[in-house]
């Protein structure tokens, strides 16, 4: 037989702290208040979608539609949560006891390497083996699960305790975790159903089942574009074969968005390459030269002499106009007749 544990006071605390923000009583403001941020973040994913589809950019509207899909997600579960706290208590499942939660606490311990309370965050958190996915690693992750938010509800986060985040973004430290934010998916309905009952075992291993699989379809950034880039320019995930780096910015960015100098021949993306506007021609900033004269800016290809090619014509014109005077002195003179001098007017 396993020896049994001995008592903690800070897990019977703590279960204590749970049992109290779950037991069903008044019905809180807070919990009727519609989920504004959930709600623009899914205006912006909208928004970048159809400024994909009018670019034609294919790999971003997948990338961005794959987001959208979270932030509704996200949305529905805010919004259900609004539902359930209008609901009646008979329809509320029942919450366990406090000894049931700290029976809970208690057997984390044999399933995660380190359980930590902190009372002053109002938290318990448990961490994780280290998660390695499709030989992909990607770190221990701390799973901490507070008490403190408004409300007769639970809330949690995902924190990666040795960050390997996407390339493609810092907030992404998991493909199905973006700024401590888990993608539930599937799991989403058995994941609120622990919190609102508090069976805090159920809970953690359930999330730690969803931080050890990996599903493409809900996916933040798919683990074959772990250490690919987005294109600066449109969005489109980089392979290391297709990607250019820009020679100004060193920026990766793709085949299509890049582009040459005509003046220097280096690479550009679209966000350091300028248009000559005396050849039309792309060139980099560094191939930009002021007129001497006028300052207008153009490629060093049209500049002649330090001067673009208006200015230059306007000198021309000025050496082939008529001279009136004498060249010598600037001073005018009558015209001179047979037999007679020459004398100023």
């Not at 941020?37 to 670019?55: E, F, G, S, V």
């Not at 998660?131 to 990666?160: C, H, K, N």
């Amino acid at each position: 037989m396993p020896k049994p544990q001995s008592f903690d006071r800070l897990l019977w605390k703590a279960a204590g702290r749970i049992h109290g923000r779950l037991n069903p009583g008044k019905v809180s403001l807070t919990d009727l208040l519609l989920p504004e941020t959930p709600w623009l973040d899914w205006q912006i994913c909208l928004r970048r979608i159809r400024r994909a589809l009018n670019r034609n950019w294919a790999g971003a509207v997948d990338t961005v539609r794959q987001q959208a899909m979270m932030a509704l997600t996200d949305l529905t579960n805010r919004l259900q949560g609004c539902r359930s706290a209008l609901a009646p208590d008979s329809d509320r499942p029942g919450v366990s006891s406090v000894g049931e939660i700290y029976c809970d606490l208690l057997s984390l311990r044999d399933e995660f390497p380190e359980v930590t309370v902190e009372f002053s965050r109002g938290s318990v958190s448990a961490i994780t083996e280290t998660v390695v996915l499709e030989e992909t690693y990607l770190g221990p992750f701390e799973i901490r699960l507070s008490w403190t938010d408004a409300g007769d509800s639970l809330s949690y986060e995902v924190l990666a305790c040795d960050p390997q985040p996407a390339a493609a973004s810092d907030e992404v430290t998991h493909p199905h975790v973006e700024a401590n934010r888990l993608c539930e998916g599937a799991g989403c309905p058995l994941i609120r159903q622990a919190l609102r009952q508090g069976r805090l075992a159920d809970f953690f291993l359930i999330v730690r089942q969803i931080l050890t699989t990996y599903n493409s379809g809900s996916a933040y950034v798919q683990l074959d574009q772990w250490s690919a880039r987005d294109c600066l320019d449109c969005g489109s995930p980089l392979n290391e074969d297709e990607s250019i780096c820009c020679s100004d910015c060193e920026t990766d960015v793709c085949g299509e968005c890049a582009g040459d100098c005509s003046a220097c021949g280096s690479s550009i993306c679209g966000e350091c390459q300028d248009e000559c506007p005396q050849c039309d021609q792309r060139v980099c900033r560094r191939c930009l030269q002021p007129c001497t004269a006028c300052r207008k800016t153009i490629c060093e290809e049209c500049l002649h002499e330090e001067r673009c090619p208006t200015c230059c014509e306007a000198d021309e014109e000025k050496r082939q106009a008529p001279e009136t005077g004498n060249a010598a002195t600037g001073t005018a003179v009558q015209p001179v007749c047979v037999g007679e001098a020459a004398v100023p007017a």
